[in-house]
Every structure is written in structure tokens, then in C-alpha cells.
């Protein structure tokens, strides 16, 4: 996959760099402005006309600047939801990673999770099917679980929890389990995006989960499954609390709860 990371400053660098550091492959774009170009970096003197010049090189357009300058420069080349790549914006401090042009047909949705899991922002996607989805799956496993097992495990406490998967907008667990191959393939055969919560979110949150002795030793976390679910959305609240399923530890959380 070709991805071109671009930016106008040097605040912009430092975060595309942090993205860049996981995919070495993606190409980078700097403005001429910024001092202290990595070598292989590639300069620029204005937005538009670059954004013209490599539009459809790529797969992925990726933005370290503000939402309407991107726009502005998308505007005169934009063609077709088929034909258009992805392109993703993220502000200068990585809070937040938006999916901003072809979410579904040109995999800006799961581009924007996949940076938003590596640099700990926060997804921002729009799309319309995604918006009606509200339910979170947490999930806190050991080490070499089947996916299928997870599978399983989500498939009880979704029953249990009253929930159809039709209504999971996305899986949830902790960073110390991004690279957990069970865990990506149940992703990948439920067709459900795995939100990444950073460890250091989980223990720094105000909100009220149940505790874990266990995984406390473990992991030095105070748990993770429960966690995971309320922090991977917006005002959630837990609908079925962190249970043990097939040996899989499963929460199940509810959004837009305003109680």
C-alpha cells in the first residue's frame, strides 16, 4: 500500500515521523519552510499544487494539518468515491485522526484506526453505517488464544449482554495486545475494526471499572477488558461488565449514553 504522509510544519514532522517510525515505507512530504528536512524527506512549496501532483500516486493521502487548508487543497482534484484515495487529517499533536475522503470505498476508516492504534489519537469517523453502530466489545485475553475462541467468547457475551453484532462499531483492547494474532483474527473474521487503548489511558482514566488483582500482576494494569470498552467510545456505560467466556475476558459497552 502507498501512503504519502504530508505536512507545513515542523510540529506536523515530529508526529508524521512518530507514524512513519512503524511504516518506514510510507513517503514523506515536508514544506519548504521547515528547518531540519530528514534527508530523504521530500520538499515542497505549496500545498495545492503538490496535493494535484501526487492525488492518484497513492492509496493513502495522509494530513498532519489543519482540516480546512486540506480541504482547499483536495477541492480541485477530487473525481470520484471510486477512483479518490483515502485521506486522513490529524491536528499537530495527534489528539484526534479524521477520516476525511473515502472512508469505505477507499479504506480511510481503517487507515484512520490503524494511525490513530499507532500514535494513540483518537478516531474520528463519520460514515453514516459506522454512526448508527454503538456498541463496544472489550476483550482482555492470554497470550496465544485462537481467534476462533475469541470469536466465541464475543459472540456469548453480546447474547448475553442483549446485542446483535450488527451492532459492534468496534473491538477494544489494550496496547500491550496490538500485535495479538488471536485477537487480529477475530478482528478480521468478524469484519470489526480492534481499537487500541494505550495502556497509560487505562491507568490514568477517572472512569469507574472493576479491578483486577490478577491483571494487575500480569500486566501492571488494573484490568483491561472493562477499560477498553468505556475508553474506546463517548459516553458509555457498561452493559454487560467484564466476564469470563471460552477463558476469554469480555465487556460490553453501550455509547452515547447520557445518564
Known amino acids: 500500500m502507498k501512503t504519502a504522509l504530508i505536512t507545513l510544519s ?8 512518530r507514524i512513519r517510525s512503524h511504516e518506514p515505507e510510507a513517503d514523506l512530504y515536508v514544506h519548504q519552510s521547515v528547518p531540519d528536512l530528514p534527508d530523504d524527506a521530500r520538499s515542497f512549496s505549496a500545498i495545492i499544487p503538490l496535493t494535484a501532483e501526487i492525488f492518484h500516486c497513492y492509496q493513502e493521502l495522509v494530513y498532519a494539518a489543519p482540516a480546512g487548508v486540506v480541504v482547499r487543497a483536495l477541492a480541485p482534484v477530487l473525481q470520484h468515491k471510486l477512483s479518490d484515495p483515502a ?5 499537530l499533536h495527534g489528539r484526534w485522526m479524521i477520516s476525511l475522503l473515502s472512508g469505505h470505498e477507499g479504506g480511510a476508516n481503517e487507515c484512520t484506526l490503524r494511525l490513530a492504534n499507532l500514535i494513540g489519537a483518537e478516531p474520528v469517523i463519520t460514515t453514516s453505517s459506522e454512526a448508527l453502530k ?6 482482555g485475553c492470554r497470550r496465544g488464544t485462537a481467534a476462533e475462541r475469541i470469536v466465541a467468547a464475543i459472540t456469548e457475551g453480546l447474547h448475553l449482554a442483549g446485542c446483535q453484532i450488527e451492532q459492534v462499531r468496534l473491538l477494544a483492547s489494550v496496547d500491550l495486545k496490538a500485535d495479538e494474532v488471536g485477537l487480529l483474527g477475530a478482528s478480521s473474521l468478524l469484519g470489526i475494526p480492534l481499537r487500541i487503548i ?14 483486577s488483582d490478577f491483571v494487575q500482576t500480569k500486566v501492571r494494569l488494573p484490568a483491561v477488558a472493562e477499560p477498553a470498552a468505556l475508553l474506546a467510545g463517548r459516553r458509555t456505560q457498561l452493559l454487560l461488565p467484564k466476564t469470563i467466556l471460552q477463558g476469554v475476558t469480555i465487556a460490553v459497552a453501550q455509547e452515547n449514553c447520557l445518564s
Open 10 to 17: 515542523a510540529e506536523g514532522l515530529a508526529l508524521l515521523q
Open 87 to 91: 485521506v486522513v487529517v490529524t491536528d
Open 134 to 139: 454503538q456498541v463496544i466489545v472489550g476483550i
Open 198 to 211: 494505550p495502556s497509560t489511558e487505562i491507568r490514568q482514566t477517572a472512569r469507574r471499572f472493576g479491578h
